[in-house]
């Protein structure tokens, strides 16, 4: 059902029972509460279209883009899929402030899947021009990046903080930018004869005050995936 916005402070859409699709423009005029409703374990879906760079929190479930000033374009509850139709613009997934494992899994040339903690909602893309994973301000947090069941060459760019998977096609698939919140990144190569290459970053120093023992630089993590006497780590 359309809902023309007209002098609203704000928009609340409540889905109630069953499986609901809530279709949101990042410049619609007023900020929405959308509300998915029963079942919690269902299949409501927020396909949003941006209209600016756009930040999905999934700490503080709303949905952003710059296009237009605050409050968030969207906060959602009962939602279990997120469909970001970018736009060309850029897209940063947000954790929470606990210990996350955000997995990321490359698509295609500018589309991929995200979700924390294997948790509703994942977070579908298109058509972004660029693609970062934010971890807020726990100490612990993992970011898992896919590769495919064919041939794959990942590339781990420590000083960068950029993750690329290349498939067996050549193509190059959205790349992921981990900003300096996230501690770990774990490669899984998948099935395939795949190559690593890790390009390490210069070591920076401990965390302080405590633990003493932890870099503050990206730790790389790397599981070729089977068979595992025909992958590289370079």
Known sequence: VPVAQMNMESVVIDGLNGDDTFNIAGN?????????????????????????????DLGLSTVDDDGINPPADVTYTGIE???????????????????????????????????????????????????????????????????TSNHDVISVDSPTRTVTVTNAAGTVLQPVVLNTDVETVQVQAGLGNDTIVVV????????????????????????GGPPGASDALV
Request: aromatic share 4%; charged share 5%.
């Open 28 to 56: 619609s005029p007023s900020p929405t509460t959308v509300n998915g409703g029963n079942p919690d374990n269902g299949s409501d879906v927020l396909n949003f279209t941006s209209t600016g760079a756009t930040i999905v």
């Open 81 to 147: 899929t997120i469909n970001v139709a970018g736009g060309g613009f850029g897209l940063t997934v947000v954790g929470t402030v606990n210990n996350d494992v955000i997995e990321y899994t490359p698509q295609g040339a500018s589309t991929g899947k995200v979700q924390a903690n294997q948790a509703a909602p994942v977070v579908n893309f298109a058509t972004v021009s660029s693609f970062a994973i934010s971890a807020v301000t726990a100490t612990g947090d993992v970011v898992i990046v896919n590769g």
């Open 200 to 223: 390490p970053a210069a070591a920076v120093g401990p965390i302080t005050p405590a633990p003493q023992s932890l870099p503050t630089n990206l730790l790389v993590e790397v599981d």
